[in-house]
């Protein structure tokens, strides 16, 4: 509980600093054509820090498997905060879809369906006018994280028929065993990919994985696509370690190698505050800002 409570302050103390850059916030929806069926309208929260005098970078933050959550507030708070605008998007809701992690609901959409939403929301910042649209990243957690990931390739272009390419990824517990030799996403990231940055936030109690699928998946990228991507291990950290929220089990379907199964959550304020300040500085170094 007392965990619970410092990461609570902790994302608090976040969202005063970027309340002090002067954020502003729209809640906007923008179309995402699927690959066959109908355009999704998709629900968003825009947030850009006015009153700099220039274009911002931006970044697309992804939503895990449980929705839309507070949890991810802290970043995007943060990287408010430095001044970079953030588009926070929702996938599910306008699908049908409440949580993945609840027995009955809707069957979630797979990776490949919203990867269009994810380059059309790249594509809604870069005609925003206060919007570099030369820096513009996508974060991701868990299912968001494989998002985050899958976008990194070319084929993702390819399928959502979309010229243009996101400045830098970062993924927060994605699931690398989907990703890692013999996962069902491997051959995906085999290549080409877009040349872009890549940063990867994983802990090594995450019983969502196997303990060394992370590294797996970044030892079977091609050489020349290696150097791009950065791995960081957390000691200790398990799957979805930023929610504030007791230890609780949660079932995943993607989980155990795509068996599915249950998944440990446990809060640690110390490991939150470290990913979000790594994450703020990768993009910070990505978009040289």
């Not at 868990?142 to 243009?164: D, F, K, N």
Request: proline share 9%.
């Amino acid at each position: 509980m007392q965990r619970a409570r410092t990461l609570m302050a902790g994302l608090v103390l976040w969202a005063q600093a970027a309340s002090a850059q002067q954020v502003t916030e729209s809640k906007i929806t923008y179309p995402s054509p699927p690959m066959g069926g109908s355009i999704v309208q998709i629900p968003a929260a825009l947030r850009v820090p006015s009153g700099r005098g220039e274009r911002v970078p931006a970044v697309v933050v992804v939503h895990s498997s449980g929705g839309v959550e507070d949890s991810n507030r802290g970043y995007i708070a943060a990287l408010n905060a430095a001044g970079i605008a953030t588009l926070e998007v929702d996938y599910f809701t306008p699908r049908g879809v409440a949580t993945l992690t609840r027995p009955g609901t809707t069957p979630k959409p797979s990776w490949g369906q919203t990867i269009p939403d994810s380059l059309s929301a790249l594509s809604f910042l870069s005609r925003q006018p206060a919007i570099d649209p030369t820096r513009i990243g996508i974060m991701g957690f868990s299912y968001g994280g494989a998002q985050a990931l899958l976008t990194a390739s070319l084929r993702a272009g390819w399928l959502a028929q979309s010229p243009i390419r996101f400045a830098a990824h970062a993924a927060l517990y994605p699931g690398c065993s989907a990703f890692a030799p013999g996962g069902p996403a491997a051959s995906f990231l085999a290549g080409p990919l877009d040349g872009s940055p890549v940063l990867v936030l994983a802990g090594t109690a995450d019983d969502f994985d196997e303990p060394d699928s992370c590294e797996k998946f970044i030892v079977s990228l091609a050489a020349a696509d290696r150097p791009r991507f950065s791995l960081t291990m957390y000691p200790n950290a398990t799957h979805g370690w930023d929610k504030p929220s007791a230890p609780r089990t949660t079932r995943d379907p993607d989980a155990h190698l795509g068996k599915g199964g249950s998944v440990t959550i446990t809060a640690n304020s110390a490991v939150t505050e470290q990913s979000i300040a790594t994450t703020v500085a990768f993009f910070r170094r990505a978009f040289r800002f």
